[in-house]
């Protein structure tokens, strides 16, 4: 099987790489910029892919990169994906996350029309980031309609060590770690009361192969239906090294967002023969001991590890 997988120098986009590369897969992995200091990463955990370079933001060089893969599935897992870049900057996470799905449709329309397209859409929908991904979505659909295979992975919450600390979890873990090698900062953190989905992104990549190789078109929940609170994932985080999380962490309400929802879950797809593998304790003292050994090796990041090894 043939695939380019956007967003290959991210958190799932590598996942789903290495997981693609190790069962033989031919990976096209499309990378933005001159030059992006984790392809080199990409290529040791992923042996045997080829880069190609584009932008979501430009269709020529999407639609050059669909010609060259000539690729069976195209997995779109590039974007803005942090809700608060997207309110940072809006504009810009509109026309990436939004209007650039429209862009790679054209690019798969012209160039590879057979080709079945899997988007990772999200059960997030309010902000900047919500609304562009409402936006893909609904053009996703349209070209569904009009004949194209165009499938959504509607993505709850999932993490790794690969996760910026833009994230709370990865912001919460790396503070662990510090707190762990006698580090007395306090942790500033906004309110902890939303529950929602922690799925682990090595489980959850899992389920866009089946989506693409084992389903019609159409929208898939991929989610965990065990939703936990922020409060209870600091607190699981901290008592992984044996500290209280009262005595490391205090409150700060600027950090709200200005759109915030109570609860953020869905239950894994019916359809799906896929279902999540890593529970939720199992997740954060997973993330809790990457970045402990990732500060005590000295590692560029936490999730330069491969998985499947
Ligand atoms: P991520 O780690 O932030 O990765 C985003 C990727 O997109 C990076 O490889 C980045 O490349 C690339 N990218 C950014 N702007 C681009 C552009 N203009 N053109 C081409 N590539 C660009 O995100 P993730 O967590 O893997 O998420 C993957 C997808 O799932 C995203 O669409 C996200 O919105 C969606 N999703 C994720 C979750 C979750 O919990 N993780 C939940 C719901 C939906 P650089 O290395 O160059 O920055």
């Known amino acids: 099987v043939r695939v380019l997988i956007t967003g290959?120098?991210?958190?799932?986009?590598?996942?789903?790489?290495?997981?693609?590369?190790?069962?033989?897969?031919?990976?096209?992995?499309?990378?933005?910029?001159?030059?992006?200091?984790?392809?080199?990463?990409?290529?040791?955990?992923?042996?045997?892919?080829?880069?190609l370079r584009g932008d979501l933001l430009d269709l020529q060089?999407?639609?050059?990169?669909?010609?060259?893969?000539?690729?069976?599935?195209?997995?779109n897992l590039a974007g803005v994906s942090s809700p608060g870049l997207a309110w940072r900057e809006p504009e810009l996470a509109a026309q990436v996350t939004g209007v650039g799905v429209l862009r790679l449709l054209q690019a798969v329309q012209a160039a590879a029309g057979a080709a079945v397209v899997v988007q990772a859409s999200s059960i997030a929908v309010h902000g900047p980031y919500g609304a562009a991904k409402l936006y893909a979505s609904a053009i996703c659909r349209d070209y569904r309609e009009r004949g194209l295979h165009v499938s959504e992975a509607v993505f709850g919450g999932h993490h790794s060590p690969r996760r910026t600390p833009?994230?709370?979890?990865?912001?919460?873990?790396?503070?662990?770690?510090?707190?762990?090698?006698?580090?007395?900062?306090?942790?500033?953190?906004?309110?902890l009361t939303r529950s929602q989905d922690w799925g682990a992104a090595p489980d959850f990549v899992r389920a866009l192969r089946e989506i693409?190789?084992?389903?019609?078109?159409?929208a898939f929940d991929v989610s965990?239906?065990?939703?936990?609170?922020?409060?209870?994932?600091?607190?699981?985080?901290y008592a992984a090294v044996g500290l209280?999380?009262?005595?490391?962490?205090?409150?700060?309400?600027?950090?709200?967002?200005?759109?915030?929802?109570?609860?953020?879950?869905?239950?894994?797809?019916?359809?799906?023969?896929?279902?999540?593998?890593?529970?939720?304790?199992?997740?954060?003292?997973?993330?809790?001991?990457?970045?402990?050994?990732?500060?005590?090796?000295?590692?560029?990041?936490?999730?330069?590890?491969?998985?499947?090894?």
């Open 8 to 51: 290959a120098t991210g958190q799932d986009g590598s996942y789903l790489a290495e997981l693609l590369a190790a069962d033989g897969h031919d990976v096209f992995a499309m990378v933005r910029g001159q030059w992006n200091p984790r392809q080199e990463w990409l290529g040791a955990l992923a042996p045997g892919i080829q880069v």
């Open 61 to 75: 060089s999407l639609i050059d990169c669909v010609s060259e893969a000539n690729p069976d599935v195209v997995y």
């Open 166 to 191: 833009d994230f709370l979890s990865r912001k919460v873990t790396m503070a662990v770690a510090r707190a762990e090698a006698d580090d007395c900062d306090r942790l500033r953190l906004g309110p």
């Open 212 to 218: 693409a190789e084992g389903q019609g078109p159409g």
């Open 224 to 237: 965990t239906g065990d939703p936990h609170t922020s409060a209870e994932f600091v607190e699981l985080a």
């Open 244 to 309: 209280d999380w009262r005595e490391h962490v205090v409150f700060d309400d600027t950090f709200a967002q200005p759109t915030d929802v109570a609860s953020l879950s869905a239950a894994p797809d019916q359809r799906l023969r896929w279902r999540p593998e890593m529970p939720f304790g199992e997740l954060v003292r997973w993330l809790v001991r990457e970045d402990v050994d990732a500060m005590t090796e000295g590692l560029a990041f936490a999730g330069s590890r491969r998985w499947n090894l």
